[in-house]
């Protein structure tokens, strides 16, 4: 079988409802294609055996495929999803490399995108996302073909865990049920549906809980990143409560977008704590997308757990094999 890694590129990530309300950019579906196929030159020269590619509605894997197949010497495939135009064909397609025994899967998308691939691919399978989303704090600000190169070198065993770092996630639970997961933010708004999924009018948020947030990130994130600065490395997050008369902090929501926002309080949660939300009607948002609806007779409440996504750190694994050889 050899040694196999999975590549995910979402056709409609940078293209939400945020690029008419914010300066966030236009991800075109070109570009993409071009952060693809650097992905799998990256990939090629790590010398893995067999890139699984998901094969979309609008063709971006196909026409990676089809420039690079005949031209490199590691082998490409078309992984098929239903073909619904949704996050559910990107569900598939990481279930399908999961079972595959791909050791890595490369992302070209954004927060909303790695938090579906981690769902179906659980959290073993190392992960790196190329930033091509909207809010990209899991992200990596490196060009694809490093971000390829660097999967790479785990999928084959040339770096181990060095390069590698174990993120938090957040449960969500509701009547004692598992109902969703988040790896960033859990956002609890007032407004009455779902609609666009795109969070955008931060006013709407009542409660949210945070696993990271820090000064440098963009989106939600950010509001707990000015009030308390908190990594993915460390044992606790925020549980942050919004509106009321206790203190307003300017946070970054969307791209170029500075928002003054009303905090009632906020307060720690530790790892595996569960925490209980007020009784209410919500719409909840994953990741900075609405998901999830529930009602006044729900018991709804969260859980941070420290077994989030295993992911890729660039930087690390590229520093772990400087100066080794790379013959096989």
Same mark, same amino acid.
């Given at each position: ?8 590129? &979402? ?14 950019s236009y991800v075109s579906n070109f570009t993409k294609v071009e952060l693809g196929k650097r992905v799998v030159?990256?990939? &090629? ?129 509701? &009547? ?58 460390s044992d606790f997050g925020y549980l942050v409560e919004f509106g009321g008369d ?83």
């Amino acid at each position: 079988m050899g040694i196999r890694v999975g590549l995910i590129i &979402n056709p409609d990530a940078g293209k939400d409802i945020r690029r008419l309300v914010s300066s966030a950019s236009y991800v075109s579906n070109f570009t993409k294609v071009e952060l693809g196929k650097r992905v799998v030159m990256g990939l &090629n020269a790590s010398k893995v055996d067999e890139v699984l590619i998901m094969h979309d509605n609008y063709g971006l894997g196909e026409d990676v495929f089809d420039m690079l197949s005949k031209h490199i010497t590691t082998n490409l495939t078309l992984v098929e999803t239903k073909g619904t135009g949704t996050v559910q064909d990107t569900l598939v397609a990481a279930r399908k490399m999961r079972e595959a025994g791909v050791k890595a899967v490369v992302v070209v998308g954004g927060d909303g995108t790695l938090r579906a691939v981690y769902k179906s691919c659980g959290n073993e399978v190392p992960m790196v996302c190329v930033a091509a989303g909207t809010n990209n704090v899991t992200g990596a600000y490196y060009d694809a073909t490093l971000a390829g190169y660097a999967a790479g070198l785990v999928a084959t065993g040339l770096v181990g865990g060095e390069g590698l770092r174990r993120v938090k996630s957040i449960e969500v639970l509701v &009547n004692g049920r598992h109902a969703d997961t988040a790896v960033i933010d859990v956002a609890f708004m007032r407004t009455p549906y779902i609609g666009a999924k795109a969070v955008v009018d931060v006013n709407d948020i009542l409660y949210a809980v945070f696993s990271k947030g820090e000064p440098t990130d963009i989106g939600l994130a950010s509001i707990l990143g000015f009030i308390k600065p908190t990594s993915f490395e460390s044992d606790f997050g925020y549980l942050v409560e919004f509106g009321g008369d206790g203190f307003e902090v300017k946070a970054i929501v969307m791209p170029g977008e500075f928002r003054t926002i009303s905090v009632k309080g906020y307060r720690a949660v530790k790892i595996y704590e569960v925490v209980e939300i007020p009784a209410g009607k919500y719409v909840v948002a994953l990741d900075g997308e609405r998901e999830l609806e529930v009602y006044e007779d729900d018991l709804v409440s969260i859980r941070l757990t420290p077994n989030g996504p295993l992911l890729i750190n660039v930087h690390k694994v590229l520093n772990a094999i400087c100066g080794l050889s790379l013959r096989r």
